[in-house]
Nanobody, 125 residues
Framework: VQLQASGGGSVQPGGSLRLSCIIS????????IAWFRQAPGKEREGVAC????????YYSGSVKGRFTISNDVANNTIYLLMNSLKPEDAAVYYC???????????????????WGRGTQVTVSS
């Protein structure tokens, strides 16, 4: 199983970025896939996850209303659209996946089985 995240970069506060994660060797349907992030000196934080079967998503309170997770089942890809970015959103972002369905709060505080390498997001003026 391979997860390849991309789309990170540097943006000013208030700006937007879209992250992508292509997943291979994995049953994309009937799974839960999430984005996590970790900033230097801070604990890892789950920010958004999606049930690929019905598209139901869940967000952490810190990003709800600003970030949108979506999936493209045909292309085994998930996205994270990040709007109104703040300096505190700066971190390395990781996509992670596991088979089956999980509640959002459980999945974002757990440790999914499969992880990709991160992509750096920098937010500064």
């Amino acid at each position: 199983v391979q997860l390849q995240a991309s789309g990170g970069g540097s943006v000013q506060p208030g700006g937007s970025l879209r992250l992508s994660c292509i997943i291979s060797g994995f049953t994309f349907a009937d799974s839960t896939i999430a984005w996590f992030r970790q900033a230097p000196g801070k604990e890892r934080e789950g920010v958004a996850c999606i049930d690929t079967n019905d598209g139901i998503s869940y967000y952490s309170g810190s990003v709800k209303g600003r970030f949108t997770i979506s999936n493209d089942v045909a292309n085994n890809t998930i996205y994270l659209l990040m709007n109104s970015l703040k300096p505190e959103d700066a971190a390395v972002y990781y996509c992670a996946a596991d088979l089956g369905y999980y509640s959002g709060s459980y999945f974002l505080t757990g440790t999914p089985r499969y992880w990709g390498r991160g992509t750096q997001v920098t937010v500064s003026s």
